[in-house]
T-cell receptor
Framework: DADVTQTPRNRITKTGKRIMLECSQTKGHDRMYWYRQDPGLGLRLIYYSFDVKDINKGEISDGYSVSRQAQAKFSLSLESAIPNQTALYFC?????????????FGPGTRLLVL | GENVEQHPSTLSVQEGDSAVIKCTYSDSASNYFPWYKQELGKGPQLIIDIRSNVGEKKDQRIAVTLNKTAKHFSLHITETQPEDSAVYFCAASTNSGGSNYKLTFGKGTLLTVNP
């Protein structure tokens, strides 16, 4: 979805380096998420945020941190990258809606940690 | 927490045939079940969803069924076309704070439709 953008799209880094993945959205949604996708493991939630003052850990937050700089921006950082963090990372957004909770995903960032 | 199992992991069908993907969930409190389609090089996109107060929902060639008693739900695609080739994810969610924001995904099914 072009309304959710991620930068960079591809990144190669070395073990021990700190890197940041960025996500921006123009959908006006208050909720934002970071997921990790590994082959055969599906999508797993790393962190989520309901607004700029609300950050919550997902099921696999160890080794990651996030920053919600504005309603439209949500960044994921790897403080000291390790090879098993090699994966495809997705940002997603959603609007608080009691009828449905559609999440809109960005195009993904493919990360390789050497 | 919730656990979602999805089968099969890969599925190959001939164009025009039907495809069925099945998921089971563990938390009886789950009440929202979306299906996402991920095309190559793209992020997942919602294609259909169902709530626990409904047993079946249909949208053109796509349908989803839900059996709350057995805690399983399925995606049915009829008259498959090559553009249906993608990875499909099921997910389950419980209502928390008035919304179903926290999705637990299955591991995905790679569907290939052969012309």
């Amino acid at each position: 979805d072009a309304d959710v953008t991620q930068t960079p799209r591809n990144r190669i880094t070395k073990t021990g380096k700190r890197i940041m993945l960025e996500c921006s959205q123009t959908k006006g949604h208050d909720r934002m998420y970071w997921y990790r996708q590994d082959p055969g493991l599906g999508l797993r939630l790393i962190y989520y945020s309901f607004d700029v003052k609300d950050i919550n850990k997902g099921e696999i937050s160890d080794g990651y941190s996030v920053s919600r700089q504005a309603q439209a921006k949500f960044s994921l950082s790897l403080e000291s990258a390790i090879p098993n963090q090699t994966a495809l990372y997705f940002c997603a957004t959603s609007a608080h809606d009691q009828m449905r909770e559609t999440q809109y995903f960005g195009p993904g960032t493919r990360l390789l940690v050497l | 927490g919730e656990n979602v199992e999805q089968h099969p992991s890969t599925l190959s069908v001939q164009e025009g045939d039907s495809a069925v993907i099945k998921c089971t969930y563990s938390d009886s409190a789950s009440n929202y079940f979306p299906w996402y389609k991920q095309e190559l090089g793209k992020g997942p996109q919602l294609i259909i969803d169902i709530r626990s107060n409904v047993g079946e929902k249909k949208d053109q060639r796509i349908a989803v069924t839900l059996n709350k008693t057995a805690k399983h739900f399925s995606l049915h695609i009829t008259e498959t076309q090559p553009e249906d080739s993608a990875v499909y994810f099921c997910a389950a969610s419980t209502n928390s704070g008035g919304s179903n924001y926290k999705l637990t995904f299955g591991k995905g099914t790679l569907l290939t439709v052969n012309p």
